[in-house]
Structures are given as C-alpha cells and as structure tokens.
T-cell receptor, first 114, second 113 residues
Framework: AQSVTQPDIHITVSEGASLELRCNYS??????LFWYVQSPGQGLQLLLK??????LVQGIKGFEAEFKRSQSSFNLRKPSVHWSDAAEYFC????????????FGSGTRLSIRP | DAGVIQSPRHEVTEMGQEVTLRCKLI?????LFWYRQTMMRGLELLIY????????DSGMPEDRFSAKMPNASFSTLKIQPSEPRDSAVYFC???????????FGDGTRLSIL
C-alpha cells in the first residue's frame, strides 16, 4: 500500500537558520510528490510539486525540495527561515493509478525561535 | 481568480441535526475532493469526484455522510444525523484531472454539541 511518512512531528528552529523537513514515501513507481503548508485557520497551500525531470524543485516562499529515488525521499529545505514560516507542513504523494487522488503525510509542525 | 470557496466557515449545531457543507470549485477544474481534519486522525480523504462522478467514497465514515455534485462547479457534503464525533475541520479541494495539484478551500470548522 502507498504511504507517506513524515518522521518529525514538531521542529523548532531559530529565525535565520536553515531548515530541512523530511518526507519518505512508499510507492511502486515514480509518484507525483507535493509539499503543502497550512497556517492556523487556513486551508492547505501548495509550496511545490515534482512530476518528472529535474529532481531539485523550486517552490514559493524560497522553499525547495529534492527527489531522491534511491532513498524514496522528498525532503523540503529552506536556507534561512523567517518567523512567518511557522506553520504545519504536509508532504503528499499522488498516485498514477487513481486519477488525481493523493495521500498526505501526518504533517510536521514548524516553530520559529526568535 | 477566485479560489475554492467553502461555506459556512464555522458551524455549531446540536447532535441529531442535519448539517450541509458547501463547496464551489475553481472554474475549469473537474475533480473535487472532500477531506476531514482532526488532531487524532490528521487529514483524511472522505470522497472524490471526477467530472461529477464519485470515484472513491471509501473514506466516508458512515451512511450518515453523503456527498453530491449537482453540477460541475458545486458540491455538498451532508451529515444526517450529526454526532459529536463528527466535529472537525472539513476541507474541499479541486483540481484538473491530469494536471495536479489540488487547491484547497479555507475549510469549515464544524462543532457538534
């Protein structure tokens, strides 16, 4: 069965520090991969997506993610976080065989230390 | 462009009452998804439609839940009768089949007393 694992439930980093959020997936083929961000009281906003091609993907708000097939990973990175980046981050996998159904990870809550 | 629009934003009602949540898709999108988010279970897919046809409703918890797409741009999620354990934030999302990703509405926070 397809699955998405975000091993870190909560991460705290200092403002200006670099960030890496981990995501591992289980799927038999190359999936569609996504990162979404959710601020309190808001819906999910797409940060970036990977469908094919270059394995380093640039997104909005200065985020990037790298698809590593050998590790079944799609980690999200940002070189310098801002206080406004505090939110919940979700990794998701899209399944070729199910039209546009996607499976979400359990999320990582990011806190920013002043 | 307008995004996915959900109404109401907040709903508080007593158990046993019928609840109807509404969603307007982004113009041109042809897939519609209903999710439920709780602290305990995270984000769960309840049902999704492609071109107004329900494709997978395996996430619908019970027969008390039903969803419809009366036209290509609008959907409802109905709970009848409602129970306190249905309290959650309900999101809808839309996309264009073959050109993911999904775009989410701001959700409906439902509280059943």
């Amino acid at each position: 069965a397809q699955s998405v694992t975000q091993p870190d439930i909560h991460i705290t980093v200092s403002e200006g520090a670099s960030l890496e959020l981990r995501c591992n997936y289980s799927y038999g083929a190359t999936p569609y991969l996504f990162w979404y961000v959710q601020s309190p009281g808001q819906g999910l906003q797409l940060l970036l997506k990977y469908f094919s091609g270059d394995t380093l993907v640039q997104g909005i708000k200065g985020f990037e993610a790298e698809f590593k097939r050998s590790q079944s990973s799609f980690n999200l990175r940002k070189p310098s976080v801002h206080w406004s980046d505090a939110a919940e981050y979700f990794c998701a996998v899209g399944l070729y065989s199910s039209a546009s159904k996607i499976i979400f990870g359990s999320g990582t809550r990011l806190s920013i230390r002043p | 462009d307008a995004g996915v629009i959900q109404s109401p934003r907040h709903e508080v009602t007593e158990m046993g009452q019928e609840v109807t949540l509404r969603c307007k898709l982004i113009s041109g999108h042809n897939s519609l998804f209903w999710y439920r988010q709780t602290m305990m279970r995270g984000l769960e897919l309840l049902i999704y439609f492609n071109n107004n046809v329900p494709i997978d409703d395996s996430g619908m918890p019970e027969d008390r839940f039903s969803a419809k797409m009366p036209n290509a741009s609008f959907s409802t999620l109905k709970i009848q009768p409602s129970e306190p354990r249905d309290s959650a934030v309900y999101f809808c999302a839309s996309s264009f089949v073959g050109d993911q990703p999904q775009h989410f509405g701001d959700g409906t926070r439902l509280s059943i007393l």
